[in-house]
């Protein structure tokens, strides 16, 4: 065996053998240095994931914010719905009826288009259709509305059916037709039929001062008489022409006595579809 071990293979075992101790100090902190490594690199990669995670849940709040930004910046872009009134039902004549409601816009970027649909007549009514400028309050009204039977005093109902918006610019929100009733006076009128019969009707009447550079077509007046706050009586009339910077007188009559009437409010209904063409 010992015939057979080289010079080198001797020298390598001496070497071993005289080494030994100090091999296997140099083992131990190779050890070390390895545990050392393992540790720092789990250290590193735990403070990484600790900070990505910090991170994403900062990127899922401001995610949240985002969207909760973006959903208020949505409400206050879209429209606020009109307000509508209680339902008046007021006398027209001998078992006739009107049935109205106070209806308000109050965004100032936005018009709208309301239909309305009444109800508590005899027979089906049909929509009313009601332009509201923006920060604007119109009357939807359905005049003349036959009774029930055996009902002496009708409780009249009303749906919004439709609303169409159309957003404005500033410059077109802005926009006006200056419009306005002067004059308005209500009392009792006595007038004469062709057979010379005498009747007392309610009467309001007035001036519409057209303050605009443009010629009116088909404008509706609409009156409404309260007595307390309440609704005693509403009525509407419709001019069919009026020239740019003119006036023109309206009358609005009832054909029942309406007494003790506080005020007379009226409301021209003005939207850019009566301008003259």
């Known amino acids: 065996m010992a015939d057979t071990l080289s010079d080198l293979g001797l020298k390598l075992n001496y070497w071993y053998l005289t080494n030994r101790q100090q091999l296997r100090k140099w083992w131990v902190l190779v050890l070390m240095a390895v545990d050392i490594f393992l540790l720092a690199l789990f250290l590193t990669q735990g403070m990484l994931l600790v900070f990505r995670f910090r991170d994403s849940s900062d990127v899922v709040s401001t995610v949240v914010a985002s969207t909760s ?9 879209a429209p606020t719905p009109i307000a509508t009134g209680i339902v ?3 006398p027209h004549s001998q078992s006739r009826y009107d049935f109205s409601s106070r209806l308000e816009n109050t965004n100032t970027t936005w018009s709208a288009v309301v239909t309305v649909q009444f109800a508590g007549g005899a027979k089906l009514l049909p929509p009313v259709v009601v332009i509201l ?7 939807a ?7 029930p039977a055996n009902t002496t005093s009708p409780r009249g109902t009303m749906t919004v059916t439709d ?14 037709i200056d419009v306005k009733p002067v004059k308005v006076t209500t009392g009792l009128r006595t007038l004469v039929t062709g057979e010379n019969q005498q009747r007392t009707v309610t009467q309001v009447t007035g001036t519409i001062v057209n303050n605009a550079f443009v010629s009116l077509d088909g404008l509706r007046v609409s009156v409404v008489l309260t007595r307390g706050g309440a609704t005693v009586g509403v009525g509407s009339t419709i001019l069919s022409h009026i020239d740019a910077e003119q006036t023109q007188p309206f009358s609005v009559e009832w054909d029942t006595v309406i007494a003790n009437i506080q005020q007379a409010d009226v409301y021209p209904e003005v939207h850019r579809g009566i301008v003259a063409r």
């Open 69 to 77: 930004a973006v959903g208020k910046a949505q409400a206050n872009i």
């Open 88 to 90: 008046a039902t007021t």
């Open 133 to 139: 400028p923006p920060k604007s309050v119109r009357y």
């Open 141 to 147: 009204m359905a005049l003349n509305v036959e009774g």
């Open 163 to 176: 609303t169409t918006w159309t957003r404005l610019t500033p410059i077109e929100a802005a926009e006006k």
